[in-house]
């Protein structure tokens, strides 16, 4: 149900749907002041639209923690005024960002969607309009209590809407380009926008919503490879100041058995840094009791990530060490599901 009354801030940082192509046919971005001159179907949308962008467009490639906090700022400053936000955003990182924002904006009451397309919105065969489009009106849906439908951080990208934290990038060229493997679609568009609505994460109606800042970037990714030495690993181990540590292993969790592996692993939870295992596989999740492999891993302290993603684990681990967690809280906190990142 629409509120044709409704409001909703569309976010621009960058990225491919706000660009078009130059005399040179180099693409550059464009004011987007001028988005309803590209997506004139904006015009027949039955509530209204407001667009604040960064001051300086960026690609994907380049958003940071930083960008972020800037994200969170800018729907903080503007949460009582809108019913709902879209974040038009690169889609090279735009797990990462959906993932952040689902730990630094807690007891959403009001959907935070992201969206972004393969081809610029100035080409004829963009997916950039339906995209944008779609993402709007998800973001001032309500039901029948006037609330909004999906009152968390999602993306929608070509017909399916995601929850954040559960969303990776699965195809650079395909206009699918990202998939939820581990925990179902909250929507689907066709015909009609159809909701799954016991999917959805809804937050006690007396919980007020809480804006987050504070982060820290003391994390890093391993992923295993046959060849890996102990030379590289314990290179890692020792940088300075690093605190988590994302182990990307193979299937269900497994690692190399040699003693000289897990002597590095051990060394470095023996340093205190937290090292989360997670699958490198697309879907399924980290079951560290199932093989020899894994259970070596867990003997020595190394956590499992169940089926969190790559994008959420990092973020994650940001999120709790920046807000001055001791180790144990940490390793506590990465076992239970804060925004639905994982499957308890």
Same mark, same amino acid.
């Given at each position: 149900?629409?509120?044709?009354?409704?409001?909703?801030?569309?976010?621009?940082?960058?990225?491919?749907?706000?660009?078009?192509?130059?005399?040179?046919?180099?693409?550059?971005?464009?004011?987007?002041?001028? /988005?309803?001159?590209?997506?004139?179907?904006?015009?027949?949308? %039955?509530? !209204?639209? $407001?667009?604040?962008?960064? =001051? *300086?467009? +960026?690609?994907?490639?380049?958003?940071?923690?930083?960008?972020?906090?800037?994200?969170?700022?800018?729907?903080?400053?503007?949460?009582?005024?809108?019913?709902?936000?879209?974040?038009?955003?690169?889609?090279?990182?735009?797990?990462?960002?959906?993932?952040?924002?689902?730990?630094?904006?807690?007891?959403?009451?009001?959907?935070?969607?992201?969206?972004?397309?393969?081809?610029?919105?100035?080409?004829?065969?963009?997916?950039?309009?339906?995209? /944008?489009?779609?993402?709007?009106?998800?973001?001032?849906?309500? %039901?029948? !209590?006037? $609330?909004?439908?999906?009152? =968390? *951080?999602? +993306?929608?990208?070509?017909?399916?809407?995601?929850?954040?934290?559960?969303?990776?990038?699965?195809?650079?060229?395909?206009?699918?380009?990202?998939?939820?493997?581990?925990?179902?679609?909250?929507?689907?568009?066709?015909?009609?926008?159809?909701?799954?609505?016991?999917?959805?994460?809804?937050?006690?109606?007396?919980?007020?919503?809480?804006?987050?800042?504070?982060?820290?970037?003391?994390?890093?990714?391993?992923?295993?490879?046959?060849?890996?030495?102990?030379?590289?690993?314990?290179?890692?181990?020792?940088?300075?100041?690093?605190?988590?540590?994302?182990?990307?292993?193979?299937?269900?969790?497994?690692?190399?058995?040699?003693?000289?592996?897990?002597?590095?692993?051990?060394?470095?939870?023996?340093?205190?840094?937290?090292?989360?295992?997670?699958?490198?596989?697309?879907?399924?999740?980290?079951?560290?009791?199932?093989?020899?492999?894994?259970?070596?891993?867990?003997?020595?302290?190394?956590?499992?990530?169940?089926?969190?993603?790559?994008?959420?684990?990092?973020?994650?681990?940001?999120?709790?060490?920046?807000?001055?967690?001791?180790?144990?809280?940490?390793?506590?906190?990465?076992?239970?599901?804060?925004?639905?990142?994982?499957?308890?």
């Amino acid at each position: 149900m629409l509120d044709f009354n409704a409001c909703v801030l569309l976010i621009y940082t960058g990225g491919t749907v706000g660009m078009i192509e130059d005399a040179t046919g180099a693409l550059r971005t464009f004011d987007f002041n001028h /988005l309803k001159k590209y997506v004139p179907e904006i015009n027949r949308l %039955n509530f !209204n639209i $407001e667009s604040i962008q960064f =001051e *300086v467009p +960026i690609d994907s490639s380049d958003m940071n923690p930083e960008k972020w906090l800037h994200l969170v700022k800018i729907i903080e400053e503007n949460y009582n005024k809108y019913d709902g936000f879209v974040i038009l955003h690169g889609t090279d990182t735009m797990a990462y960002s959906a993932s952040a924002l689902s730990f630094m904006l807690e007891n959403l009451n009001k959907p935070v969607i992201l969206t972004g397309s393969q081809l610029p919105i100035g080409k004829i065969r963009t997916d950039g309009k339906e995209n /944008l489009i779609t993402a709007l009106e998800i973001a001032v849906d309500k %039901n029948e !209590n006037g $609330e909004a439908v999906v009152p =968390e *951080v999602c +993306i929608f990208f070509q017909n399916l809407l995601m929850r954040g934290n559960r969303t990776i990038k699965v195809n650079a060229d395909n206009f699918r380009a990202f998939n939820s493997f581990n925990y179902p679609i909250l929507a689907e568009a066709g015909t009609y926008i159809r909701y799954w609505n016991d999917l959805v994460l809804h937050r006690p109606r007396n919980l007020k919503p809480k804006f987050h800042y504070l982060l820290d970037t003391n994390v890093t990714v391993i992923r295993i490879f046959p060849g890996i030495s102990a030379e590289t690993l314990r290179a890692i181990i020792h940088i300075p100041h690093l605190k988590g540590i994302v182990l990307e292993t193979y299937g269900a969790g497994n690692a190399p058995t040699g003693k000289w592996f897990l002597d590095v692993i051990k060394e470095g939870i023996d340093k205190g840094i937290v090292i989360v295992n997670v699958t490198q596989c697309a879907s399924g999740s980290v079951e560290m009791n199932r093989y020899q492999a894994g259970q070596a891993l867990k003997d020595i302290g190394v956590l499992s990530g169940n089926d969190v993603t790559t994008e959420a684990a990092v973020a994650k681990l940001m999120f709790l060490f920046g807000h001055g967690l001791s180790r144990d809280e940490v390793k506590c906190n990465m076992q239970l599901s804060l925004a639905g990142e994982i499957t308890v």
